[in-house]
């Protein structure tokens, strides 16, 4: 999956919007919303209040994660833990972006949400390279790592199998030359060993 593809499943995440407009229920391929009242908030899927808000039809309420507090506490968190925390959201980075971009002047503190947010996700990116680091170093052939987005994986999808893969071609090369070393070494022990038996 590419960011694109992430980005689309995204887009589907459903936000709250406060319409200047009125209109009856749309049916859609991915369900029916509305109807639409100005001024009273509804539902719809993040891309479709993105496009509302481009063009001027309404305002996107922020997300209760969404907040400077709220996300302060996820960054101190995820600061103090050696493992992933738990996101408020598996698509918190499209959803701010896509929020953030169209309708920063929509959000509260907009400016410091989208830096805590930057934050979070170098700490994460920087934990992510750390576990890969020690899992090539230690050979192991899994790893677990709970509570990364699809966001987080893809990023580091490009390299982890190659490297994994890589990891394995000099395993099966270091057994293949293995055995007959090891075989002279105890051959040459046996006979160091039964002339100091004479």
């Not at 459903?14 to 391929?29: A, Q, T």
């Not at 960054?75 to 698509?91: I, L």
């Not at 394995?168 to 270091?174: D, G, V």
């Amino acid at each position: 999956m590419d960011p694109y593809e992430i980005e689309f499943i995204g887009e589907n995440r459903i936000v709250s919007v406060i319409p200047n407009f009125s209109h009856d229920k749309i049916f859609l391929i991915c369900g029916e919303f509305g109807p639409f009242r100005a001024g009273l908030p509804t539902n719809v899927p993040l891309w479709l209040g993105v496009m509302l808000k481009q063009k001027q039809k309404c305002r996107i309420v922020a997300p209760d994660w969404m907040d400077v507090e709220v996300l302060e506490i996820i960054k101190e968190e995820e600061k103090k833990s050696r493992f992933f925390t738990k996101m408020p959201n598996e698509h918190y980075m499209v959803e701010a972006k896509l929020i953030l971009g169209a309708a920063a002047e929509d959000i509260p503190r907009a400016s410091e949400i989208k830096t805590i947010i930057k934050d979070i996700w170098d700490i994460r990116m920087s934990k992510l390279r750390t576990s890969m680091d020690a899992l090539m170093k230690s050979g192991g052939s899994y790893g677990r790592l709970d509570h990364l987005t699809m966001m987080e994986i893809n990023s580091v999808k490009p390299l982890l199998p190659e490297a994994m893969d890589e990891l394995h071609r000099i395993k099966m090369m270091t057994r293949k030359t293995m055995p007959s070393s090891l075989n002279n070494s105890t051959f040459s022990q046996t006979a160091t060993g039964s002339s100091q038996n004479i």
